[in-house]
C-alpha cells in the first residue's frame, strides 16, 4: 500500500453562495433574502462565471494528463457541476462526503451584521484563532484536517497506490489538506490563512506529487505542489490558467533550541 503518485485537487467555481457573500462583504446585504437563507450549503448551483472557470481548468487539467486512475467528487451540488463541467475524458466519479465543505453551523448564510450580533464572544475568536476557531454547531479547520483528512489520505493510501487522483472539493478542505499534507506549523498557517498570495480562489487546482519535476525519481511521501488557478485575461477577453512554479517542501523537524525559539516569538500575556 502507499499514496497515489499524484493528486490533484480543485475547489468548485463561483457559486451562488460566493456571489451572497461576496456582495454582503461590500455592504450589500440585499440578496440575503428569506429565500436564500434557508437554501441547505450542500444545494447552491454555480453562476455563469463558475461554469467558465471549471471548463478552463478542466481543459488545462487535460493537458497536463488526459486520464486519470480516481475521480473523486464532493456530493454538493456546485463540486458535482464543477466535474461535469470540466468535461475529462472516460471520468466516473465517486461521491465521497469526507469531501464536503466544512460546516458552518449556525452561521451558514447569515449577515456579518448577524453574526456579530447574535455571536459576538465567537466572532472574536474568529478573527484571533482561524485555526481552531469552531463556528456555533460548526467545525474548525483543525477539525476538518483531524477528522476528515487522515480518513482520506487513509483511503487513498490503501486504494490509489502509484495512482493519479483527481478531486473536486471545496476551499476549507483544501485548506485542512494542505495543513495536514505539508505538515504546517500553527504559525504558517496563520500566515498562509491571512496571505492573499495563497488564497484559494473559485476552481483553484493543488497539484500534489511525489515524484521530483527535475528528476522525475520518485518519494515515498508528497514532497512537491504545483498550484494553478483560472484568472480572467482582460486584454483578451478571456480565461486562462496561471501556473506557479513547482515548490517543494518537507516535513519540520524541532529541535529543542527550535522550541523555546517558538515560544520566545510570543509575548507572555500577564
Known sequence: ?????????????????????????????????????????????????????ADCIGRWLVSQQPLFDRYLVSPYVRTRETAATMALPKAKWEETRVLRERSWGEINTITKDDFKTNYARNWMFKNTDPLYWRPPAGESIADVAENRVHNLLTSLNRKSDAESVVMVSHGDLMLALMLTLEDLSDEEFMHRAASDEWKITNCTCFHYSRRDPATGRTHKRFCWEQTARPVFDDAEGRWAVKVDDWREFKRPVLSNGDLVDVVHAVDRHL
Open 1 to 53: 500500500m502507499g499514496m497515489p503518485l499524484d493528486l490533484y485537487v480543485i475547489r468548485h467555481g463561483e457559486s451562488e453562495a460566493n456571489v451572497i457573500i461576496s456582495a454582503g462583504e461590500q455592504g450589500d446585504n440585499s440578496l440575503y433574502t428569506q429565500d436564500n437563507v434557508t437554501v441547505p450549503d450542500r444545494s447552491w448551483r454555480l453562476t455563469a462565471t463558475g461554469r467558465k472557470q
